[in-house]
């Protein structure tokens, strides 16, 4: 096993070196699109760069693996492609709109390539997991100006209850490969907010602005709201 850093944005960089595992090993048979970071907070407190950046590696990357492997799986006639999304991909993600935005991106291209690939023997998944326990829910819009959302998301996720483990969700991912589903949701509470959303899309739109107004109500007034404050009607 070897090790090789990249960045996603780099598209000649990740074409090198798909063309250089394909060349060695005889073939490609999986490519997992995973590189992603996190963006937090109100649309009211982003900057462009909070948009920007989400775009470039969480979009633009998975683009740049799929535009590499795709080709080479053709041309082989064969292959798997495995793009992360999110269950924010699947689902509205208040406070999380670029990182949803770019998830649900994610999801969508999946579909739709899926659908291009399967009478040509590539197979395409997404993964949506809900709130997994790594390194990502600390490093919360990285070298980007911080927002509430982002500087606690750690707690709040832990709030929801206990995360989910990262080998937990590899062998769930595994088993989705395996049975080359088109979405691979986990753990089980993920599944029950993704069929809710499908099954009631009014009712959980309903429960996500109650939630959202429980939580803005606890919270201290933003400033804006506080320089212009509500007048009777």
């Given at each position: 096993m070897s090790t090789v850093a990249l960045d996603v944005r780099d598209s000649a960089a990740v074409s090198d070196l798909v063309s250089q595992?394909?060349?060695?090993?005889?073939?490609?048979?999986?490519?997992?699109?995973?590189?992603?970071?996190?963006?937090?907070?109100?649309?009211?407190?982003?900057?462009?760069?909070?948009?920007?950046?989400?775009?470039?590696?969480?979009?633009?990357?998975?683009?740049?693996?799929?535009?590499?492997?795709?080709?080479?799986?053709?041309?082989?006639?064969?292959?798997?492609?495995?793009?992360?999304?999110?269950?924010?991909?699947?689902?509205?993600?208040?406070?999380?709109?670029?990182?949803?935005?770019?998830?649900?991106?994610?999801?969508?291209?999946?579909?739709?390539?899926?659908a291009e690939g399967a009478s040509r023997g590539v197979k395409v998944s997404a993964v949506c997991p809900g709130f997994v326990d790594t390194p990502l829910l600390g490093r919360v819009n990285p070298d980007l100006p911080q927002t509430e959302t982002g500087a606690n998301a750690a707690a709040l996720a832990r709030m929801l209850g206990k995360l989910y483990g990262a080998d937990e969700l590899a062998q769930d991912v595994l088993r989705g490969v395996e049975r080359n589903r088109a979405l691979i949701v986990a753990p089980r509470s993920a599944r029950v907010a993704w069929r809710m959303s499908r099954y009631a899309p009014a009712f959980t739109m309903r429960t996500t602005i109650s939630a959202v107004r429980r939580a803005a109500a606890q919270s201290p007034p933003h400033p804006a709201d506080a320089a212009h404050p509500a007048q009777p009607a």
């Amino acid at each position: 096993m070897s090790t090789v850093a990249l960045d996603v944005r780099d598209s000649a960089a990740v074409s090198d070196l798909v063309s250089q595992v394909a060349a060695e090993r005889g073939g490609l048979d999986l490519i997992f699109n995973n590189a992603g970071i996190a963006i937090g907070g109100l649309v009211e407190e982003l900057v462009l760069d909070h948009w920007d950046r989400v775009i470039d590696v969480n979009v633009r990357g998975v683009v740049h693996g799929v535009h590499a492997a795709y080709p080479v799986m053709l041309r082989q006639g064969h292959g798997h492609i495995v793009n992360t999304a999110s269950l924010a991909g699947l689902v509205p993600g208040p406070s999380l709109a670029p990182y949803a935005a770019a998830k649900h991106a994610v999801v969508g291209l999946s579909l739709s390539l899926r659908a291009e690939g399967a009478s040509r023997g590539v197979k395409v998944s997404a993964v949506c997991p809900g709130f997994v326990d790594t390194p990502l829910l600390g490093r919360v819009n990285p070298d980007l100006p911080q927002t509430e959302t982002g500087a606690n998301a750690a707690a709040l996720a832990r709030m929801l209850g206990k995360l989910y483990g990262a080998d937990e969700l590899a062998q769930d991912v595994l088993r989705g490969v395996e049975r080359n589903r088109a979405l691979i949701v986990a753990p089980r509470s993920a599944r029950v907010a993704w069929r809710m959303s499908r099954y009631a899309p009014a009712f959980t739109m309903r429960t996500t602005i109650s939630a959202v107004r429980r939580a803005a109500a606890q919270s201290p007034p933003h400033p804006a709201d506080a320089a212009h404050p509500a007048q009777p009607a």
